[in-house]
């Protein structure tokens, strides 16, 4: 069965509203929005996706289409069994959290292979990176607010909250490593190593 993503759902949903064509589907996500939270920019990625669920039975091709000075179409619509499929994942997703891996918390557990003032620089251009993109969600929330319904702007309101979130935190570690309460060296980094090391073979004593 097609594996879960944020690709695979949108695909779903799509065609859960109607039936349509792959350049279709990423205009919508796009025009929409949604590509905020749905990842659209590689078309690959995107086909590679209805392939996938199109072999599982999940969506089908409808009929071709060919509009004048442009390559032949396929248009999908979903399956009884895709729609079924969507409405588990979209339960499923909202209601139960998962262990997730991103990529920043795996590099913060490894900081100290920077020095201080090299951890804070990068801490203070992902600071700034996130005040632009908050400001983005700002003005683009402004200019739909009085147009859109809530329901349709509730991932941007979650982004701006997450983003606002961790906005917080990191610059709390910049204000730690501008103080020198959170700081570290060489020695220190073999101290600690020391400390916590296993027994001399490399194994439990």
């Not at 396929?74 to 990529?103: Q, V």
Request: net charge neutral.
């Amino acid at each position: 069965m097609t594996k879960r993503s944020p690709i695979a759902l949108a695909v779903l949903a799509m065609l859960y509203e109607a039936p349509m064509h792959p350049y279709r589907m990423q205009r919508l996500i796009k025009e929409r929005g949604k590509d905020l939270v749905i990842n659209v920019a590689q078309r690959a990625s995107l086909y590679q996706t209805i392939q996938r669920l199109e072999r599982d039975g999940l969506i089908r091709a409808r009929k071709t289409q060919r509009d004048e000075g442009r390559p032949e179409r396929t248009i999908y619509e979903i399956a009884a069994e895709g729609r079924e499929i969507l409405m588990d994942w979209m339960r499923n997703i909202l209601s139960t959290p998962l262990a997730e891996y991103p990529e920043f918390p795996a590099a913060v557990s490894f900081l100290a292979l920077l020095t201080p003032d090299d951890a804070m620089r990068q801490f203070e251009r992902r600071a700034d990176a996130f005040r632009s993109a908050i400001a983005g969600l700002d003005r683009n929330l402004a200019e739909a607010a009085p147009s859109v319904p809530r329901l349709f702007l509730l991932e941007a309101e979650y982004m701006r909250a997450v983003q606002m979130a961790e906005l917080a935190w990191v610059t709390s570690v910049i204000d730690d490593l501008r103080a020198g309460r959170l700081t570290w060296d060489e020695a220190w980094l073999r101290e600690v190593a020391a400390r916590f090391s296993p027994g001399p073979a490399g194994g439990a004593e």
